[in-house]
């Protein structure tokens, strides 16, 4: 019979009571809108799983080693939350809830510290430890971004550093995709929103967290928020949701009432600005297109609203929903680092969800992450349906000349 070292204890200690009564209740209701477990159809995969497995450590009927490799599997996008009926019988689901996604990450972060984490895994972070950025042009050979380059993005735009509000932008965003934040710097310039860039940016450091690497997300959190103070900053625009995510959940948990900022999301600015007549769209883009909700916007942050109202705006777009409960399956398989360690799985997610947008007879699927929007991309070729940002829409029916790069 395995034995809990402290480690194992604490974990099991910690986690005892949510995952009883996962366990205890049986439905297994959250299996399905699982988009991992839509693919392997392994039992070992189901968020159920996840919570059984403690406990197993804690009856000693399973080790740690035993279950290490389940845990890669979950893009810890909380559609097993909001399914969850423990979660919906306290009312409020999107802030009560099943948290599944929390020991997804506090077994992760006891794999590091006993040694069992993901080759991959390891190799990705000690890379972003060396550039202060993630390695997303590559982990092979000589690295061509790092922090020389940070603001290559923006070159030719004037963008000032420092100042009461920044605009924080993705390591995806910053050198992959970088049409991105210059179609949203260029809007929101547009629309007279006074912003900076920071001094110094480093990666958020929320992947860490989620892979499992705690005390290198501290660390760079600490730098991030000491270089907001430095340049005077109250508001933060976060323009990727990955990122939003862990300024307003992650940061606030590391540094406490410390973390005064405001944290703005990006899509929920812009529905602001056209709302209020500040930022115009008049140029049509016809086109028949449909939308994919973030994970981490939808499911995790509950903001489904300004984004078909920012669709709904832009004139010529002829737009095809989905309904609610539907959205809450969908996924590109992009986050909770699933795509570093079993690329093959995210690939075979968004093949899936391309397949769902092919049925709705569309010729554009519009997201709103940049993170899923690589493996969307690939799965779009092979479906014959483009995939644009929804920024990049908006740029464009507001007349803005963008630039860089849209995609590989």
Known sequence: MPHLGQIEQAFVERWHENATGCFSSGHKFCREVCPVTQVTRNENHTPTAFHANVIGLEKGHLSVEDVADDYVHCTQCGGCEVRCPNTLMVGDFYRART???????????MLVDKGLDREKWKVWNRLTDELKNEPVLGVEGEQPNGQAQVRDWAAGLDI???????MFVDCEAAYYRTSVPRATAQILRKAGVEFGLMNEQWCCGGPAAEMGYVEQSMRFARHNVDDWRRSGVKRIIAIEPHDYVHFTEDYPAYFGD?????VVQIID??????????????????RVATYHDPCRLNKRKGIHEAPREILRA???????????????????????????????????????????????????LVSACVWSERPLTA???????????IIELVAESAGIEVGGRTRA
């Open 99 to 109: 948290e599944t996604v929390k020991v997804v990450r506090a077994m992760r972060a």
């Open 160 to 166: 000032p550093i420092g100042g009461d509000t920044i």
């Open 258 to 262: 410390e973390f005064d900022f405001e």
């Open 269 to 286: 600015l812009v529905a602001e600005l056209i709302r209020d007549g500040r930022l115009e769209l008049v140029k049509p883009i016809e």
């Open 314 to 364: 832009i004139p010529g777009l002829e737009f095809r929903d989905v309904d609610r409960v539907t959205q809450w399956s969908y996924c590109s398989g992009g986050g909770g680092g699933l795509p570093i360690e079993k690329p093959e799985i995210t690939a075979e997610i968004s093949r899936r969800r391309l397949e769902k947008a092919s049925e709705l007879d569309v010729d554009l």
């Open 379 to 389: 799965a779009g070729d092979e479906a014959g349906i483009e995939v644009r940002d």
